[in-house]
């Protein structure tokens, strides 16, 4: 007679079972993080761009409503430049009946090469102000007091049309063509 054998471990076979659910668990695991990873970064690349281009939207709105001041005489121009890629604003901000001097010009440039909003004041040149702006097209449109669009066309508002300019329009859209910002501004010195 035979004793009952009594089973000690596992068999090959089960082991190899073990072994290739615990892969796949590994695997799903890996897929899991990397998903949460990218997620992450689209999220903060989001956040970055979403605060780069309010900044923007505030320095615009802050250098709008002060183009055409002067503390003592009424300028014969408050805007220099408007076309859809690139607006310049003067104020005369020493009083001293030009806009010459340093810091009273500024000018605004979409770079849609570089992906950039470039910001020269007086004669300092164009600087990066706002990057890392991939995917988004940028521009801006010009409205007289009645609320009607000047110029659409590449070369923007022509120098005669350019003092009946009361409000400017920025606008960003991602690549789906979605509004990601959108905001105007009255210039507070009338045309």
Sequence with gaps: MTKGLTQRGSSLLEALVALAFLAHLSAQAVVWVRTIVAAERAFVR?????????????????????????ATTRLAARIELATPTTVQLVADVNGDGDTTDASESVTYHWDAAAAVMRRETGNGGLQVFA?????????WGYYDERGNRLADDPGGVPASLRRSIARIHLEARDVGG??????????????
């Design 46 to 70: 989001a956040a970055a761009i979403d605060r780069s281009l309010w900044v923007l939207a505030d320095s615009v709105a802050t250098d709008v409503r002060r183009a055409g001041s002067s």
């Design 131 to 139: 990057d890392d702006l991939a995917g988004l097209t940028i521009g």
């Design 178 to 191: 979605r509004v990601a910002l959108s905001t105007s501004t009255t210039l507070r010195i009338p045309p």
